[in-house]
């Protein structure tokens, strides 16, 4: 069997897309991988679509010129916007995103075709789960809630406390009441496994709950070995390139800003320490400089940890031809207002017409009070009304 040792690359707003890399390392120990944490644009779940998918299509981007094999887009918003036109850019390279792995798990678990979901507001205005959930199964009623305290508080650390507690309680107490109620939970955020024993509390034993992570990771592997690019157990990984911590490393991170705060509630998601050492910096250059959707144009991150650090652009001239954007210079810097000139542009060479020179101080004062300035003898003139 072939074997491919280039990595998979995994992309998130953040840190929370660390828990399907736990499941995928613990599914796939012969992979290796590449984490992308946009850090400096998050959260992506109160963005509009529009802009979330710009984005992911940078991030994603970055990931194919870094040589990664596939990509799963670790985020629930953007692969509930993003995700058709990351699989028609990226293309060959295959893209999975984590809604559709979620909601056949969630198809399956039911008894009472009754399944809640619980997303941010992105991904609930995009109605992603709901369309993937009647494709796969017609006749069962979806209901779903925005739960955007919960990513704070899950990057804060709060996984059970009595403020988590109390916000689960707000959320989901309504939804899980009476006989009607869904027998079947969906975590429809990549944040939400780390806050699981807070949300048992309230929706109780009973309630099957679908952790997106898991079933994510399974997805992964079924597509590896079905296109054949998965690694042996004892195929050989590639040479370490940019960002490999230690020789032999099997994952390597990338920020786009603030490592050490990365490396920090990192921790809380992958379930083991990172040291803010092993994670690299994914500087403003290695982005394009400007991107347009639509009508919109969204501005590359600027990180300032990276932009005060010199060291950590990236020095691979592979890198540097990548970016072929033009260069991105906010409005307003560097520049002036301009009038457009009657009859299309100056011709060339011709000289440039100046503004005539400012009257006097004593003229513009003569100008507004004529009869003070009048001669002796003389009648002043009628004073104009204003």
Request: glycine share 10%; proline share 9%.
């Amino acid at each position: 069997m072939s074997s491919d040792a280039r990595p998979i690359g995994v992309f998130d707003s953040g840190m929370g897309g660390l828990t399907v890399l736990s499941a995928m390392e613990a599914r796939l120990p012969a992979e290796r991988f590449l984490y992308l944490g946009d850090t400096a644009r998050l959260p992506y779940g109160t963005k509009s679509a529009a802009t979330v998918e710009a984005y992911a299509l940078a991030a994603t981007r970055l990931l194919i010129a870094e040589g990664v094999k596939m990509v799963v887009v670790a985020c629930n918003t953007a692969s509930a916007v993003a995700l058709p036109r990351l699989g028609r850019e990226l293309a060959p390279v295959p893209v999975i995103g984590v809604i559709e792995p979620g909601a056949r798990a969630g198809v399956a678990a039911t008894r009472n075709n009754h399944i809640a979901v619980i997303a941010t507001e992105g991904t609930v205005k995009g109605g992603a789960y709901v369309r993937a959930i009647h494709a796969l199964s017609g006749d069962i009623d979806v209901v779903q809630q925005p739960c955007q305290v919960f990513v704070a508080l899950a990057e804060e650390g709060w996984t059970d406390s009595e403020v988590t507690r109390t916000a689960a309680q707000r959320y989901l107490g309504p939804l899980f009441r009476g006989a009607s109620a869904p027998d079947t939970l969906v975590l429809g955020c990549t944040h939400f496994p780390v806050l699981a024993a807070a949300i048992r509390g309230v929706i109780g034993t009973g309630v099957a709950m679908v952790d997106s992570a898991a079933t994510t990771a399974a997805a992964v592997a079924d597509a590896l070995a079905a296109q054949g690019m998965g690694v042996a157990e004892s195929g050989a990984h590639g040479a370490p390139t940019r960002g490999a911590p230690t020789s032999g490393a099997r994952t390597r991170f990338l920020a786009t800003d603030s490592p050490e705060r990365f490396a920090r509630v990192g921790e809380i998601f992958l379930g083991r320490p990172i040291a803010a050492s092993d994670v690299a910096t994914a500087t403003r250059a290695e982005f394009p400089r400007k991107i347009r959707v639509g009508t919109n144009t969204i501005p590359p991150p600027t990180p300032k940890s990276a932009e005060s650090t010199p060291a950590s652009r990236p020095s691979s001239a592979a890198t540097r031809s990548w970016v072929t954007a033009p260069a991105f210079r906010p409005s307003g810097a560097g520049t002036r207002r301009t009038r457009a000139r009657p009859g299309g542009a100056r011709p060339a060479g011709a000289a440039r017409r100046r503004r005539p020179p400012r009257p006097s101080r004593a003229v513009r004062s003569a100008r507004r009070c004529p009869s003070r300035h009048s001669r002796p003898g003389r009648a002043s003139p009628p004073r104009r009304r204003r």
